[in-house]
């Protein structure tokens, strides 16, 4: 077990992630894809971790902040997509482009 | 009181004694260089200077309307001189303060003030007659329409004259010089609603502006060829007969000084404004006729002596023949005027040209303390005359002797203290003027004696002079207050305030000659030599009386006396009728004045006035208006291109910058879609980019 193989999973993770936030049109699936790329930052951590042989595990313990985070994220983002649903009937973030300058 | 006598007393001993190692000089050992009394004596200057501005600005708030200040300030100065004056007389006072104003070049230029024998009799006189001058003016210049602001030119004519005499350098006697002319322009032209006081003022002016002129030729020709405006610079050169540049230009700085002196000394021919200047108020006439302005040129020639009297043959020795000669005539000339005049002021005036001109020949003949001796004495009973003229005036509202007459039961202390200042004036013993006018006499008849030729030919106009002017008082004296009234006002014994100035001034009439009588007390040859070492320099003045030269002048006075008042004393029908002697082709001459004045006005003024005139019309119309115009087009053209540079640089600057600012925006603004995913994938890029770089570098 090489530590390539498990950053290769975290990139193919975080790159369909990202490809996800840049691409999909519905704000849920987005909101999905963000936590794609928060678990493949969270595999680069551990792995790293181990890798490194750290006695604190501070990557550990950092990737269980972050699910934590996540958590809390996804709470507040589906919070505000449900308003915006209720206000626009739409979850469209095509359309969603008040701030057009 | 008593307490403050004595350590006032102390004080001057302690100031005396500081100096105590003095320099050397003639008679009298210079006692005192120093101390306070002589380093504050600037007071002496400023304080009436500061009155004057005083006066002008503030003086018709005050309870007295400004003359309250006047006299204190002019008090102050008769108190303080006559402190130096007696302290001068015992001790012997030798001092000089200078300041440096500016340096140019290599010139420097000081104010300073000068405290020695010559410049403390002049703060003397100027002080204590202009005190009684003031106290009079109180009640003259009663009512009158510009009482402060007479007071206030009066105040600057006083601190003019100060200025003038304590200048140890020509270019503070020149300011002291102008300030004089200046002042006495206001005083003589006081009365400017009517325009014959006008002409009187410029005429005054004007004349004292030519000799001005050549007073700074000469103070140029001095400066420059001494290389500095001092007066001990001068004197120092001459002192020591150093032949140099000095030697080489004597003549001609020493004629052009002279110039100005016979200006302001009114000398022939250059007399004409004087009797003019009788156009101002009394007391004015009182003063500049006694103490101020007409002194100036006596004491110039006195300040520069010892370069006129010329010991070592190398400097301005030839210049005293023309001073001789000049003053001998005016004495002469002027003296006859004074005959055929109806104006007692112009009586007095003429009288006063006259007098100079005993005193400017004085200075001729190389007798500086005689001069000087005839300028103090004159300067109390000329001002004695002229306030006792004042009184009969201002009792008789005129001018006009045919208008007085019998005024001596109704106003007897006039008549008193008039009857005093004749005498004096005419040299009775031991009136003030019989000790000063037999000094200069005697001293001619010296000077004739002692190869200077042309003194003896002067030594018989002064005795003719002497009759003259016995002659002419006489007349006035018959005229004013002997015979019949002859008036229209009703005349009364002027106010205390008026009163008692001429019995002041009657006492110093009386009493200021014996100061200097020849064999009994010479304290006054003493009091003046202290700065100039008179004894080296052989002062020409006589060391005792001339009895001939005595016994002729007394005779030819109490003649002319005895003459006058058989021709004029007896009364008749109408003044005029009193006065009616004429002598054929002499009375027209004197009574044009010699057409001196017509002659001035046909051959320089009239010429000069319509041609000159309309030269200055011409420039005025189109070179200056031009200037004015062309002025006026210059800045409307710089304000064109100032304006425009506001409105295309500066506005267009901020303009730019708002434009700019729009247009970016316009093209920016196409870059906020408002789609999120569009923002991440820009940051995306970005941090690939900035990842990149970071590898790269």
Do not use: C
């Not at chain 2, 309870?63 to 001189?81: C, D, R, T």
């Not at chain 2, 001068?88 to 340096?103: F, H, K, L, R, S």
């Not at chain 2, 000659?513 to 064999?519: D, F, L, M, R, T």
């Not at chain 2, 004197?590 to 006035?609: A, F, H, Q, T, W």
């Amino acid at each position: 077990m090489t530590i390539v193989q498990f950053l290769i999973v975290g990139t193919a993770l975080f790159s369909l992630g990202l490809y996800g936030v840049i691409t999909r049109k519905n704000a849920v699936l987005v909101l999905v894809s963000v936590e794609l790329m928060l678990a493949a930052v969270n595999i680069n951590m551990v792995t790293f971790d181990v890798y490194l042989g750290d006695t604190l595990h501070q990557g550990q313990i950092f990737s269980l902040f972050i699910i934590a985070l996540a958590a809390a994220e996804v709470g507040i983002g589906i919070a505000i997509i449900l308003m915006i649903y209720r206000n626009r009937q739409s979850a469209d973030v095509d359309e969603l482009n008040l701030m057009k300058g | 009181m008593i307490q403050l006598a004595t350590s006032f007393q102390q004080l001057i001993l302690a100031t005396a004694e500081e100096g105590s190692n003095a320099a050397e000089g003639h008679g009298t050992v210079p006692g005192i260089t120093d101390g306070f009394l002589v380093e504050w004596a600037w007071l002496i200057v400023v304080v009436p200077l500061v009155a004057a501005f005083l006066i002008a600005f503030f003086g018709k708030k005050l309870p007295l309307q400004g003359w309250e200040l006047a006299f204190g300030s002019i008090a102050f100065v008769g108190v303080y001189g006559t402190v130096l004056f007696f302290l001068n007389a015992t001790e012997g006072i030798v001092y000089e303060g200078t300041i440096n104003v500016a340096d140019i070049g290599s010139f420097a230029i000081e104010w300073g003030w000068m405290v020695d024998g010559l410049s403390i009799m002049m703060y003397f006189l100027v002080g204590v007659v202009g005190m009684l001058v003031f106290m009079y003016a109180k009640g003259y210049m009663h009512g009158d329409i510009r009482y402060t602001w007479f007071f206030a030119s009066f105040s600057l004519f006083a601190g003019g004259m100060l200025v003038l005499v304590s200048a140890p350098n020509l270019i503070q006697l020149i300011v002291g010089w102008e300030l004089v002319g200046v002042s006495s322009y206001l005083l003589i032209g006081h009365y400017w609603e009517d325009f014959d006081n006008v002409d009187a003022a410029n005429k005054a002016f004007m004349v004292n502006k030519v000799s001005d002129a050549a007073l700074f030729i000469g103070a140029i020709i001095m400066a420059v060829s001494v290389g500095s405006f001092s007066f001990d610079a001068v004197l120092d050169v001459v002192v020591h007969g150093e032949s140099g540049p000095l030697s080489q230009y004597a003549f001609w700085a020493g004629l052009a000084i002279f110039i100005g002196a016979m200006g302001k000394s009114a000398q022939f021919p250059l007399h004409v404004w004087l009797p003019d200047a009788m156009a101002g108020p009394t007391p004015v006439s009182a003063l500049m006729h006694a103490a101020t302005m007409v002194t100036a040129g006596v004491y110039l020639l006195g300040r520069l002596f010892p370069f006129y009297l010329d010991v070592s043959g190398l400097f301005a020795g030839d210049v005293r023949t023309i001073i001789i000669i000049v003053g001998g005539l005016t004495l002469f000339l002027t003296g006859l005027i004074a005959i055929v005049q109806d104006d007692i002021k112009k009586v007095l005036a003429y009288s006063t040209v006259s007098q100079l001109g005993y005193m400017i020949a004085a200075m001729g003949a190389g007798a500086y303390t005689a001069g000087l001796f005839h300028l103090f004495t004159h300067a109390f009973f000329k001002a004695l005359l002229f306030l006792g003229a004042g009184s009969l005036i201002h009792a008789v509202h005129s001018n006009n002797m045919s208008d007085m007459g019998g005024l001596r039961k109704k106003m007897p202390i006039t008549f008193w203290t008039f009857i005093i200042g004749t005498l004096a004036l005419v040299g009775i013993f031991p009136f003030a003027g019989f000790f000063s006018k037999d000094e200069i006499l005697a001293s001619v008849k010296y000077a004739g004696g002692d190869g200077q030729g042309v003194a003896n030919f002067i030594l018989v106009l002064g005795l003719i002079g002497a009759f003259v002017t016995a002659f002419y008082m006489a007349r006035a004296v018959a005229l004013t207050f002997f015979g019949e009234y002859k008036g229209t006002a009703h005349p009364h014994e002027s106010p205390k305030s008026m009163a008692y100035p001429l019995i002041g001034l009657a006492f110093f009439a009386i009493t200021a000659g014996w100061v200097n009588i020849p064999g009994v007390y010479t304290g006054f040859t003493d009091w003046l030599a202290t700065r100039v070492p008179l004894s080296g320099m052989g002062d020409h003045h006589a060391e005792s009386f001339d009895w001939p030269v005595l016994i002729i002048s007394t005779l030819l006075v109490v003649t002319a006396l005895v003459v006058g008042w058989r021709v004029y004393g007896k009364d008749a029908d109408t003044q005029m009728a009193r006065d009616r002697i004429r002598i054929p082709v002499l009375w027209p001459l004197l009574e044009n004045k010699y057409y001196i004045d017509d002659l001035y006005m046909s051959g320089i003024v009239r010429p000069i006035m319509g041609p000159f005139a309309r030269a200055i019309l011409w420039i005025d119309m189109h070179v200056v208006d031009g200037i004015v115009n062309g002025v006026g087009l210059g800045a409307l053209g710089v304000a064109k291109g100032v304006q425009s540079f506001d409105s295309n640089v500066v506005d267009g600057l901020y303009n730019a910058t708002g434009a700019g600012t729009g247009a970016a925006g316009t093209i920016l603004r196409k870059s906020f879609t408002g789609r999120v995913q569009q923002y991440a994938a820009f940051s995306f890029v970005g941090v690939i980019v900035i990842v990149v770089l970071f590898i790269i570098f």
